[in-house]
């Protein structure tokens, strides 16, 4: 690779997961998260394990637009959409930090956490696109859910 171009990349890019800031345990076993991006902001990723199957919920934006007013995000409103890097990272982070494989066990992702999925949908397919990759981490289609609580009402109008 050119020189040139690695140091535009150094430059235009970051490559590596969120850092750990805190992780909170259950006595279930669920795992919650506050992971801390490159530029310093934080969003959350919860594993809910189970007997036959694994489901990591991951986030969408650092904060969210949409007020409702079941949600402590949106309190925040909203800071900035995730990279789709950074949604894949949340899935990257959390199955490092818990040794799933996907060979091993069924893992689920759902797009619940922070932010509202729909409103950052190119990023959204283009995770969701890396994450089902046989290169990739080989998730099956079925595995992924990003259901629209905030906007669904808003769809009628």
Do not use: H
């Not at 066990?105 to 999925?117: A, D, H, S």
């Not at 981490?137 to 669904?152: H, T």
């Amino acid at each position: 690779m050119p020189a040139a171009l690695r140091r535009e990349l150094g430059e235009r890019c970051t490559v590596g997961l969120p850092q750990l800031d805190r992780r909170f345990e259950s006595i279930d076993g669920t795992r919650r998260y506050l992971l801390r991006l490159s530029d310093g902001r934080t969003i959350e990723a919860v594993l809910m394990p189970e007997e036959a199957r694994d489901t990591i919920c991951i986030s969408t934006q650092v904060g969210c637009p949409v007020d409702c007013k079941f949600c402590m995000t949106a309190l925040m409103g909203l800071e900035r959409n995730l990279t789709a890097g950074e949604i894949v990272g949340q899935v990257l982070y959390v199955a490092k930090d818990n040794g799933l494989v996907q060979a091993d066990r069924r893992i689920n992702i759902v797009m619940m956490g922070m932010g509202e999925p729909l409103l950052n949908l190119a990023n959204v397919l283009k995770a969701t696109r890396l994450l089902l990759d046989p290169a990739g981490m080989a998730l099956s289609p079925g595995a992924s859910r990003s259901p629209p609580p905030g906007l669904s009402p808003r769809w009628r109008n």
